[in-house]
DNA sequence: ATAATTACTGAATAAATATACAGTATAATG
DNA sequence: CATTATACTGTATATTTATTCAGTAATTAT
């Protein structure tokens, strides 16, 4: 998480003095109101840094918009997973500005350790009980077994498959969808890379 | 505590609902759109009623200014939620002998509150995505609308079927697989009972 | 050195929002 | 039986609020 400046951190911890205090977040007015910023404008360039930095997001249009990502004075009660969008092409990586949102819950909910959340998208894997915007509950492991539902990644893009390792040199990503085909990867061919294997779900309706 | 209509405490939900999904408070319009209200005034005046009766406080004139005062569960941000087996006939209660076992996470896990998790048996509701041995998050509640996933009661008979009333005497519920068929229910006919709903699904690999 | 970031003031405006007012209708209450 | 509460639609409007634009100035990175 990108470092913020002194000021950035008054207007943060203001933030959440306000949830606090009133059930909602502040204005830009109340932040100037309460740090004595005179321009409304003060407050909304240190908001926007923030958000760029990742510590809140900002709805746009919407009035007190604001949520807060990452609390940064205490600790969160049990863990909080990242949700990470499947839909940036080239990286499904915990960089901050892939962090949908987080969740909290017990790291052993499921009956293995995961470390991260990934949002569906498509309909690949749906006879696998698998719906879009579901969140799949990844473990960051090379220990794949065939049949397993994996995170790989061919030349920067970023899918949801079963595996099926053939030979030595040929691996298949089976969907779960009679109207999508098989993706064949033979070893010479195109790097792949699988970045973990699917441990568990969760659907918020 | 007065006693508040099934109307307002749909709007007090709604209310714990957006903060929970979104951080910070509804507008007028927002209830109106998650209720189906069609004018802003169907909301005002429902939250006039809240306020009297003590149950929320509105901040006049600051846009989303409202806050729950009693938060009716207090918000047991790490809990323990019993599994239910949907197999044995007559009951799904909480009765101790029915619980699986428990599942340590927030209440809030999902954008409504759930009291339980429901292990799935059959393949009924496969095409929703619901696989056998899913838990889904069931809310206990009366608030049904037409294509929610409920579990109904018919007979001591307990199933997991979407809802649809067709007419103040008639009820069906509908399986998601072509090879089963629709329970239509009379109103005359057997008794019916909605245990609640499904606001959510976890699966464990 | 020069661009980018930080840290503001001040003004303007479009859009979001709360809220009042005028109705209609039904159920509950004393 | 009158009154109050509930449960809305529909319209209108003043106010709040987000957001952009034009500046100034100091600090920090490249």
New interface residues.
Partial sequence: MKNITQQQSRVLDCIQNH?NK????P?RADICNDLGFKSPNAAETHLRALEKKGYITI?SGR??????VHKSNQEP??HEFPVIGLVAAGSATLASENIEKK????QN????NFDYFLRVRGLSM?EA???ED?LVAIKKTQDIKNGD?VVARIDDEVTLKYFKKENSNKVVLKPANKDYSDIVVESSDADLFIEGK????????
């Fill in positions: 949830i009133t059930g909602f977040p204005t709805e009035s007190r918009g604001i949520s807060i009660i049990n969740i909290p819950c017990a909910l499921f009956s293995d749906i009980g698998i719906m579901d539902i699917s441990v568990g779900l969760i659907r918020e309706n």
